[in-house]
């Protein structure tokens, strides 16, 4: 069996480009779980997601994050993604 190696990324992102850089890491492949914090490092949304997690499922998750994209200037997407 391999060790699974988990390792986590931190972006700095305005509002409005919230939703394209999570849709970008979702496309990714080797994401686990996306935590979208605001400027004070308040946790607004965390989404685990697993692999092959794509379409309808993250469909509803990625509404959200367009609604917290309307009411943040500035925040930090913290990606946690493994490697096998």
Not at 5 to 14: G, L, Y
Not at 38 to 44: D, Q, S, V
Not at 63 to 73: E, F, P
Request: charged share 25%; proline share 2%.
């Amino acid at each position: 069996m391999s060790e699974e190696k988990v390792w986590t990324e931190e972006f700095r992102v305005s509002g409005e480009g919230l939703l394209a850089k999570v849709k970008e890491l979702v496309h990714e492949g080797n994401i686990r779980r996306i935590a979208i914090r605001n400027e004070e490092g308040k946790t607004l949304i965390d989404i685990p997601l697993t692999l092959g997690v794509v379409g309808a499922v993250v469909a509803p998750q990625l509404a959200a994050i367009g609604a917290i994209a309307a009411l943040v200037t500035d925040c930090t997407i913290v990606v946690e993604m493994a490697e096998e």
